[in-house]
T-cell receptor, first 117, second 111 residues
Framework: DVKVTQSSRYLVKRTGEKVFLECVQDMDHENMFWYRQDPGLGLRLIYFSYDVKMKEKGDIPEGYSVSREKKERFSLILESASTNQTSMYLC????????????????FGDGTRLSIL | EDQVTQSPEALRLQEGESSSLNCSYTVSGLRGLFWYRQDPGKGPEFLFTLYSAGEEKEKERLKATLTKKESFLHITAPKPEDSATYLCAVQAMVGFQKLVFGTGTRLLVSP
């Protein structure tokens, strides 16, 4: 079974702090993703990475950055936390597509519930 | 713009009362449609992938179907442990492996 582990289940930080969220996957997946999930808005993609040291912006990258120094680890960084970044953050990973261009599913961790005070 | 709409927002069923959840989508060429289950305080758990209209997948009491405009998740004789939020997501032909999610259907099955 795929295992995606997020370092913290709950985190409370103060406005202006630099915040690091860590994610590790154990299936040698090439692709890794960071989403945030908010009531009524669903999951929205922040950043993704398709290889070590490679990153691409998702739909809502403002205020965030990412780091992928090793294949199994993908970090999300809030440069200067703000209250509107209070949310559930979900990390996911997937392997590259299978036959006939069919995509493999993304597998998610259990999330980090982040509160910015 | 790719879009996913799920209905109803919430559904309450009695144990054994079958029903269906709907996922309507607009996408610039469908590469795949994914169903996930999410329990409170947990991340989404993968259920099914559907790739083309007419395709069906089954797992225990769940059956997912796909047309060119929508997907249904049929729940037959549900049990209380089927209570969860069910999420639908689509992946387009164009672009990287980005998933566009709906906001989900919260299902509550009462004994």
């Amino acid at each position: 079974d795929v295992k995606v582990t997020q370092s913290s289940r709950y985190l409370v930080k103060r406005t202006g702090e630099k915040v690091f969220l860590e994610c590790v996957q154990d299936m040698d997946h090439e692709n890794m993703f960071w989403y945030r999930q908010d009531p009524g808005l669903g999951l929205r993609l922040i950043y993704f990475s398709y290889d070590v040291k490679m990153k691409e912006k998702g739909d809502i990258p403002e205020g965030y950055s990412v780091s992928r120094e090793k294949k199994e680890r993908f970090s999300l960084i809030l440069e200067s936390a703000s209250t509107n970044q209070t949310s559930m953050y979900l990390c996911a990973s997937s392997t590259v597509g299978g036959a006939r261009g069919r995509r493999r599913p993304q597998h998610f961790g259990d999330g980090t519930r982040l509160s910015i005070l | 713009e790719d879009q996913v709409t799920q209905s109803p927002e919430a559904l309450r069923l009695q144990e054994g009362e079958s029903s269906s959840l709907n996922c309507s989508y607009t996408v610039s060429g469908l590469r795949g449609l994914f169903w996930y289950r999410q329990d409170p305080g947990k991340g989404p758990e993968f259920l099914f992938t559907l790739y083309s209209a007419g395709e069906e997948k089954e797992k225990e009491r769940l059956k997912a179907t796909l047309t060119k405009k929508e997907s249904f998740l049929h729940i037959t004789a549900p049990k209380p442990e089927d209570s969860a939020t069910y999420l639908c997501a689509v992946q387009a032909m164009v672009g990287f492996q980005k998933l566009v999610f709906g906001t989900g259907t919260r299902l509550l099955v009462s004994p």
